[in-house]
T-cell receptor
Framework: GAGVSQTPSNKVTEKGKYVELRCDPISGHTALYWYRQSLGQGPEFLIYFQGTGAADDSGLPNDRFFAVRPEGSVSTLKIQRTERGDSAVYLC???????????FGNGTRLTVT | GNSVTQMEGPVTLSEEAFLTINCTYTATGYPSLFWYVQYPGEGLQLLLKATKADDKGSNKGFEATYRKETTSFHLEKGSVQVSDSAVYFCALTVSGNTPLVFGKGTRLSVIA
């Protein structure tokens, strides 16, 4: 079946611009996670949704970052006034429930010039 | 807080060599432990897991044993193949739905 899909796979934007990154989780998965992976580092947690609501957004670095999941399926990560330090691979993962493994997408590589 | 420390890479081995990638953890509570693998051009995949002390996770010839006394979850494989070349991440979660905390990853290159 289809896995977690992230679009676009690559995004290049100028400093100060606004970007949206999309995640389509596996159908029926209630939990959805966003992570950020910088070069040479492990994935760093950003935010976690259970259904439509953000259950834990403690990893969002500042108020320029925001994520939504209005219908409990697709999620969008939004970054305002992008900075060069935001350049990273943004990973999305979904899970079927407690103690179920996370299934990761291939990520969106964001480059801020 | 919760954290994972894994050995620095890159690790380069010849085919059929023995592999160990060290992982130690710090956790407030009783964690579940995982190894994830990222093959070139692909997303992270769960390789194996263990949810309680002395459990051994295994998959594709890889093994790791949850050692509470040494707070470790070292990854081992007896005979690596070129196709095992990837980045390996150790990770933990303290309760079922809390976010996974990852180590920095260890890049493995296996040469024929």
């Amino acid at each position: 079946g289809a896995g977690v899909s992230q679009t676009p796979s690559n995004k290049v934007t100028e400093k100060g611009k606004y970007v949206e990154l999309r995640c389509d989780p596996i159908s029926g998965h209630t939990a959805l996670y966003w992570y950020r992976q910088s070069l040479g580092q492990g994935p760093e947690f950003l935010i976690y949704f259970q259904g439509t609501g953000a259950a834990d957004d403690s990893g969002l670095p500042n108020d320029r970052f925001f994520a939504v999941r209005p219908e409990g399926s697709v999620s969008t990560l939004k970054i305002q006034r992008t900075e060069r330090g935001d350049s990273a691979v943004y990973l999305c993962a979904s899970s079927g429930g407690q103690n179920s493994p996370l299934h990761f997408g291939n990520g969106t590589r964001l480059t801020v010039t | 807080g919760n954290s994972v420390t894994q050995m620095e890479g890159p690790v380069t081995l010849s085919e059929e060599a023995f592999l160990t990638i060290n992982c130690t953890y710090t956790a407030t509570g009783y964690p579940s432990l995982f190894w994830y693998v990222q093959y070139p051009g692909e997303g992270l995949q769960l390789l194996l897991k263990a949810t309680k002390a002395d459990d051994k996770g295994s998959n594709k010839g890889f093994e790791a044993t949850y050692r509470k006394e040494t707070t470790s979850f070292h990854l081992e494989k007896g005979s690596v193949q070129v196709s095992d070349s990837a980045v390996y991440f150790c990770a933990l979660t303290v309760s079922g739905n809390t976010p996974l905390v990852f180590g920095k990853g260890t890049r493995l290159s296996v040469i024929a």
